[in-house]
């Protein structure tokens, strides 16, 4: 179990580059299994979960290689096998096998998948949306999903992000249209659909509602490069913001940071966004400032709305800021793990319910040790760290290694002063 040692008082500053989208990765990876040939995947992050995913498509028959952030996989002798609850139930991310597995063979069998204790995380819509395709189902220990799936029409009653990347998937190959309504809009939903697109699959309305899937009878490999990751960017923003620091972060997609620059505007920070040449080349500085941060009110939803990954970033922030501030993420009543966590190094928040809370500050910070709930919120109790007096001991630190790639390095480059040991 490794631990983070983290000298706190510290402003940061410097520049920092973004790396690619850890959740459009997944999904891209993903979609490598319906694709006969080799396809190349550029900007991949150096992360446990992408790594753990690595050795799922290795034990599918697929050949991969990982070097020097470009994945390369050849899924041509791939084959529908069931994967161990060992390595499925490392990541929620897995889900996301079933509809490739099924969109290319016709049968998969699916663990349940693992991940992050932030909730009830069903995959209701993602079955569903399989059964109007045409699939059977069968759930026990295991779930086992089988059929020859024809074009349909599918309604999804929440936007669901990973329900639609795994409906996308079963369809691509499937004989006739399918329509998806309801469709999540993220990034990375439009980067997954942009890649299946480069092998070879029909899809329109992408960045839409409302996705237009045209079957194919086959897909080949294609080259593709990882957006740049939105929430990476608002995590070393609040870094910067929190510890009053200034920091410039490069390698930005300002077309998907409306909702939070939003937030950071409200609440008072200062920043300058520039875009660039092409999408993931844009520049966010944060700036110095010494003026008072304002409370806000934080509510999550789909994008282009605030992200709930970026909810316990802001929350953070809030500490810092003058007056109260409404916390309300809806979509998981889980969320609030990084507040009670915050209470311990002196917040004030009040618990109105699983969905909800109020944060009064500004309130300074005190260090603390503390064990990682899940992957944003570690990352939040880190910056958190960075700004409280003394020196904290944030334990379960490979759980922020699956999200971020040495975040420690990267901020310490910045000026903080975190030491990992094992």
Known sequence: ????????????????????????????????????????????????????????????????????RVVTVDATAAESRQVSSELAGQLRGSV???????????????????????????????LDGFKKLGATIRENDL???????????????????????????????????????????????QDLCDFLIAMGAKISGVGTPTLRITGVRFLTGARFRICSDEIETVTFAVAAAVTRGQVTIHNVNVENLDAPLAAFDRMGVKFILQGGKNKDSGRLQILKSDEPYRAAKIV???????????????????????????????????????????????????????????ITG???????????????????????????????????????????ERLDERLNQLGAKIERTE
């Open 1 to 68: 179990m490794s631990k983070f040692i983290v000298a706190g008082a510290r402003a940061l500053s410097g520049e920092i580059a973004v790396n690619g989208s850890k959740n459009a990765a997944l999904a891209v990876l993903a979609a490598t299994l319906l694709g006969k040939g080799q396809s190349q995947i550029e900007n991949v992050p150096e992360i446990s979960d992408v790594r753990v995913f690595l050795e799922i498509l290795k034990y599918l028959g697929a050949k991969v290689d990982f070097s020097n």
């Open 362 to 404: 500004p309130v300074k910070l005190k260090a603390a040790e503390i064990r990682t709930p899940d992957l944003r919120a570690g990352a939040s109790i880190l910056i958190a760290s960075l700004v409280a007096d003394g020196q904290s001991i944030i334990y379960n630190a490979e759980i922020i290694d699956r999200g971020y």
């Open 143 to 189: 779930i086992e999903i089988e059929g020859k799936l024809e074009g349909t029409k599918i309604s999804l009653p929440i936007s669901s992000v990973t329900g639609t990347e795994n409906l996308i998937m079963a369809a691509v190959l499937a004989q006739g249209v399918t329509e998806i309504r309801m469709a999540a809009t993220e990034p990375h939903v």
């Open 300 to 358: 999550t939803g789909v994008f282009p709305q605030l992200l709930t990954d970026e909810q316990p970033l802001l929350g953070v922030l809030a500490t810092q800021a003058e007056g109260e501030t409404l916390i309300h993420d809806w979509i998981y009543e889980g969320r609030q793990g990084y507040l009670r966590v915050l209470v311990e190094m002196g917040a004030k928040v009040v618990f109105d319910d699983v969905h909800r809370a109020r």
């Open 96 to 126: 996301l096998l079933a509809g490739a597995l099924l969109g290319r063979f016709g049968r998969v069998g699916l663990q349940k998948p693992g991940g992050d204790a932030i909730g009830s995380r069903p995959i209701d819509v993602h």
